[in-house]
């Protein structure tokens, strides 16, 4: 046991040490991240959450923003009970400030999930809203808020 603890603390100290190490330029084109969510449709019979990260260039004039997460569908009713599916939309503001969807995700399958992942590139802001959306329709409804995921000047 002692041998077990002993070796897992070197480990984590020749990383710690790599990691120091690295040239600040190396570690500048790293993502550096954080959870976000969850975050709901009205009603929360739709949800949410993931990870935001969020890569600059060297010269911090350009960046990527890496998102991944999961959509839940939390509306157990029936279709002909009036059930919907769970529905997710990204946006995102490029440095003109400008709002553009970018991603969004549809799942009908009341209780699991399904996950989601992209990247947009030379962005100032991103934020999600959560919805149903009908399963043989394509108009959303019953949408949360607005949520603000990333912003740059917060940086």
Request: hydrophobic share 45%; charged share 25%; proline share 0%.
């Given at each position: 046991m002692f041998r077990k603890i002993a070796t897992?603390?070197?480990?984590?100290?020749?990383?710690?040490?790599?990691?120091l190490s690295m040239p600040a330029a190396a570690s500048a084109?790293?993502?550096?991240?954080y959870s976000w969510g969850p975050v709901y449709a009205?009603?929360?019979?739709?949800?949410?959450?993931g990870w935001i990260g969020v890569e600059w260039d060297e010269?911090?004039?350009?960046?990527?923003?890496?998102?991944?997460g999961r959509l839940?569908?939390?509306?157990?009713?029936?279709?002909g009970q009036?059930?919907?599916?769970?529905?997710?939309?990204?946006?995102a503001a490029g440095?003109?400030?400008?709002?553009?969807?970018?991603?969004?995700?549809k799942f009908c399958g009341y209780p699991g999930s399904?996950?989601?992942?992209?990247?947009?590139?030379?962005?100032?802001?991103?934020r999600v809203k959560v919805c149903q959306i009908h399963p043989h329709q394509q108009w959303v409804s019953k949408c949360g808020q607005w949520e603000y995921l990333y912003a740059a000047e917060s940086e």
């Open positions: 897992g603390l070197l480990a984590v100290a020749a990383a710690g040490a790599v990691a084109a790293t993502a550096d991240g009205k009603h929360h019979l739709a949800k949410a959450q010269h911090q004039t350009s960046n990527t923003v890496h998102l991944r839940y569908d939390l509306d157990q009713r029936t279709y009036g059930g919907k599916c769970a529905y997710v939309k990204f946006q440095f003109d400030h400008e709002w553009d969807a970018v991603h969004a995700r399904k996950k989601f992942r992209f990247d947009v590139d030379d962005v100032a802001a991103v």
